[in-house]
């Protein structure tokens, strides 16, 4: 038998990676304007970043990490996300004494022994964007609307709900409230919860059973409960998303999965991916870089997920982009072979994408191949062709046919081919 990938390991094949590589075109195009740079960081890092970062207690670090002993014994970890690798790279460079505001992101593979169903897979790839060493509001408004302006861009219909976490000074306020609720609906919860509330009560909140939610109804509100600075700052948020035109729904039940957050927090969410409604999520975690061992500096984030977003955009059967070959050679016998071996360098050289299968099977063959890979031109060249010097061009949506003259002068002739079909 031969071997399969892994469960929840899939392989992106040509025709989906032409969808991949425009999203992360337009990613990269948007990130920029926005003054974004990309940073490339390991996949494989020491566990105890990610213990330290994401939270000992949290359902990434307690059970969906892939880590190992390495040769040497020491626990290693794939990163499950990119913030705690960004963070750690922004620290050990000293990123921050090169500009008092540091955009980064990073795109590639992440790693959580999850249950793999449509839209969540073991290894899933993140678009994760970081901006370090400002706390001000107007950037948790202006990093919501660049991952609005992506999804808008993309073509894809999204609502954006927001919270505040609070910081160190009110969240155990409304901890301690949160928990007296919950002791009072003992026997009411789901074992999950009962196990909660002892570790971060907080994340109750993000409870997905249906009873759960329907008794979380009652439970306190986050937002009563901010400092007068934590409530100042998501009124100023709320004010420049209002500034923006960006819709927004305020929903003080969500949490997040990640001990790191504090203040604004944001998911993208969609309707149409069933139980794996979030296509993005991210928030502020002002705490976290000096937890990390760096300097006291704040920062915000938020990750896309690849595979939702190309679920999406393939979901009313919209097809992905194909490739774009501009020109196909056809030829017919082994002379036109070798000769057109020689015309496609040359084509190449003047910029042309341009192909030949080598296979010297008949003209309706090969006619079929270049429709396949999605040839603007081909170009058909038998052994009469050669003789009299020409060959037929033929425009594959239009179904028009020229003549070409061929010449030995490959130079000049590619570039008078490139003129034409351009
Ligand atoms: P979810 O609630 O769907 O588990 P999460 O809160 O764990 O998401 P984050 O860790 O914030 O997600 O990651 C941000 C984004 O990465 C998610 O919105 C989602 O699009 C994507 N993502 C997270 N886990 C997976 C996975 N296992 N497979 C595919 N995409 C994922
Ligand atoms: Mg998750």
Same mark, same amino acid.
């Given at each position: 038998?031969?071997?399969?990938?892994l469960?929840g390991f899939k392989?992106?094949?040509?025709?989906?990676?032409?969808?991949?590589?425009?999203?992360?075109?337009?990613?990269?195009?948007?990130?920029?304007?926005?003054?974004?740079?990309?940073?490339?960081?390991?996949?494989?890092?020491?566990?105890?970043?990610?213990?330290?970062?994401?939270?000992?207690?949290?359902?990434?670090?307690?059970?969906?990490?892939?880590?190992?002993?390495?040769?040497?014994?020491?626990?290693?970890?794939m990163?499950?996300?990119?913030?705690?690798?960004?963070?750690?790279?922004?620290?050990?460079?000293?990123?921050?004494?090169?500009?008092?505001?540091?955009?980064?992101?990073?795109?590639?593979p992440m790693f959580?022994?999850?249950?793999?169903?449509?839209?969540?897979l073991r290894q899933f790839h993140?678009?994760?964007?970081?901006?370090?060493?400002?706390?001000?509001?107007?950037?948790?408004?202006?990093?919501?609307?660049?991952?609005?302006?992506?999804?808008?861009?993309?073509?894809?219909?999204?609502?954006?709900?927001?919270?505040?976490?609070?910081?160190?000074?009110?969240?155990?306020?409304?901890?301690?409230?949160?928990?007296?609720?919950?002791?009072?609906?003992?026997?009411?919860?789901?074992?999950?919860?009962?196990?909660?509330?002892?570790?971060?009560?907080?994340?109750?909140?993000?409870?997905?059973?249906?009873?759960?939610?329907?008794?979380?109804?009652?439970?306190?509100?986050?937002?009563?409960?901010?400092?007068?600075?934590?409530?100042?700052?998501?009124?100023?948020?709320?004010?420049?998303?209002?500034?923006?035109?960006?819709?927004?729904?305020?929903?003080?039940?969500?949490?997040?999965?990640?001990?790191?957050?504090?203040?604004?927090?944001?998911?993208?969410?969609?309707?149409?991916?069933?139980?794996?409604?979030?296509?993005?999520?991210?928030?502020?975690?002002?705490? &976290?870089?000096? !937890?990390?061992?760096?300097? *006291?500096?704040? =920062?915000?984030? @938020?990750? #896309?997920? /690849?595979?939702?977003?190309? +679920?999406?955009?393939?979901?009313?059967?919209?097809?992905?982009?194909?490739?774009?070959?501009?020109?196909?050679?056809?030829?017919?016998?082994?002379?036109?072979?070798?000769?057109?071996?020689?015309?496609?360098?040359?084509?190449?050289?003047?910029?042309?994408?341009?192909?030949?299968?080598?296979?010297?099977?008949? &003209?309706?063959? !090969?006619?079929?191949?270049? *429709?396949?890979? =999605?040839?603007? @031109?081909? #170009?058909? /060249?038998?052994?009469?062709? +050669?003789?009299?010097?020409?060959?037929?061009?033929?425009?594959?949506?239009?179904?028009?046919?020229?003549?070409?003259?061929?010449?030995?002068?490959?130079?000049?002739?590619?570039?008078?081919?490139?003129?034409?079909?351009?």
């Amino acid at each position: 038998m031969h071997i399969k990938a892994l469960k929840g390991f899939k392989d992106i094949l040509p025709q989906e990676a032409a969808l991949w590589q425009h999203i992360e075109g337009r990613a990269r195009d948007i990130f920029q304007r926005f003054g974004y740079r990309e940073i490339k960081v390991p996949i494989l890092e020491k566990t105890g970043l990610f213990a330290r970062s994401i939270g000992e207690t949290t359902d990434i670090v307690e059970k969906e990490m892939y880590s190992f002993a390495d040769r040497n014994g020491e626990s290693l970890t794939m990163r499950p996300e990119g913030t705690a690798s960004v963070l750690r790279s922004f620290i050990e460079h000293n990123l921050h004494s090169e500009r008092p505001l540091q955009k980064l992101y990073t795109m590639g593979p992440m790693f959580r022994h999850e249950r793999p169903q449509k839209g969540r897979l073991r290894q899933f790839h993140q678009m994760s964007v970081e901006a370090l060493g400002v706390d001000r509001p107007e950037l948790d408004a202006e990093i919501m609307a660049m991952a609005w302006m992506l999804l808008v861009d993309l073509g894809l219909k999204v609502s954006l709900e927001i919270n505040s976490l609070g910081c160190q000074e009110c969240r155990p306020l409304f901890n301690k409230a949160l928990l007296k609720f919950l002791a009072d609906s003992k026997g009411e919860l789901c074992p999950d919860c009962e196990r909660r509330q002892e570790k971060n009560p907080l994340r109750v909140l993000d409870c997905k059973n249906a009873k759960c939610q329907a008794h979380y109804v009652n439970a306190p509100v986050i937002l009563d409960y901010l400092c007068s600075d934590c409530a100042a700052h998501f009124q100023v948020v709320e004010d420049c998303l209002r500034d923006l035109n960006i819709d927004y729904k305020v929903n003080s039940f969500m949490v997040r999965g990640l001990d790191y957050y504090t203040r604004t927090t944001f998911e993208l969410i969609t309707h149409d991916l069933g139980a794996q409604s979030a296509v993005g999520a991210g928030g502020r975690y002002d705490g &976290l870089i000096a !937890q990390l061992g760096g300097p *006291a500096l704040p =920062g915000i984030g @938020f990750a #896309l997920g /690849m595979e939702r977003l190309v +679920l999406l955009l393939t979901a009313d059967g919209g097809e992905a982009p194909g490739d774009i070959i501009d020109i196909f050679l056809a030829a017919l016998g082994p002379a036109a072979g070798r000769r057109a071996f020689a015309m496609l360098h040359a084509l190449r050289l003047q910029g042309l994408r341009a192909v030949m299968d080598y296979t010297s099977r008949s &003209l309706k063959s !090969q006619m079929k191949q270049a *429709a396949r890979c =999605g040839s603007r @031109f081909t #170009l058909i /060249m038998g052994d009469d062709e +050669l003789s009299s010097g020409r060959a037929m061009l033929r425009d594959m949506a239009s179904h028009e046919q020229r003549e070409i003259e061929l010449s030995a002068d490959l130079r000049a002739w590619s570039k008078a081919v490139a003129e034409i079909i351009s």
